[in-house]
């Protein structure tokens, strides 16, 4: 289930990324980053209930302790990709002239001379 929905954001997202909407192109990365999130999570082997450290006593062992690290990971990716969708939308916004026109259609396309 946890391949499924990652096969489900990486594809949806590849085919977002490949539009040519500034706002397709970010809510893919986003898709894709979501996808990587869940990679990492599954790599740290998911589970219910298990302690995150051990007791001093010895109660849980290490095969039934959860490991941080990818959390961790997680939580980093999940900050990079939140400051890199907000980059992309500050230059797409940034890439809008003064009268919302993104520049795509010059003084050479519409066959007027400057």
Same mark, same amino acid.
């Given at each position: ?7 489900? @954001?990486?594809?949806?997202?590849t ?5 040519? +909407?500034? @706002? ?8 894709? +980053? ?11 082997? =998911? ?14 062992t290490? +095969? ?6 990818p959390?961790?990971?997680? =939580?980093?990716?999940?900050?990079? +990709? @939140? ?7 500050? =230059? ?9 026109? /993104?520049? #795509? /259609? /010059?003084?050479? /396309? #519409?066959? #007027?001379?400057?």
């Amino acid at each position: 289930m946890l391949a499924l929905a990652v096969g489900v @954001f990486a594809g949806c997202g590849t085919w977002l990324c490949l539009r040519a +909407s500034v @706002f397709d192109l970010v809510l893919g990365l986003t898709l894709v +980053s979501y996808a990587v999130n869940l990679i990492l999570m599954a790599a740290g082997g =998911l589970g219910a209930n298990r302690p995150p450290i051990l007791a001093p006593g010895g109660g849980a062992t290490t +095969s039934t302790m959860a490991d941080p690290l990818p959390q961790a990971l997680v =939580l980093t990716a999940i900050v990079i +990709s @939140f400051a890199m969708s907000a980059l992309v939308l500050a =230059l797409a916004i940034r890439a809008r002239g003064p009268d919302g026109e /993104d520049g #795509s /259609d /010059d003084a050479a /396309d #519409s066959g #007027s001379a400057r």
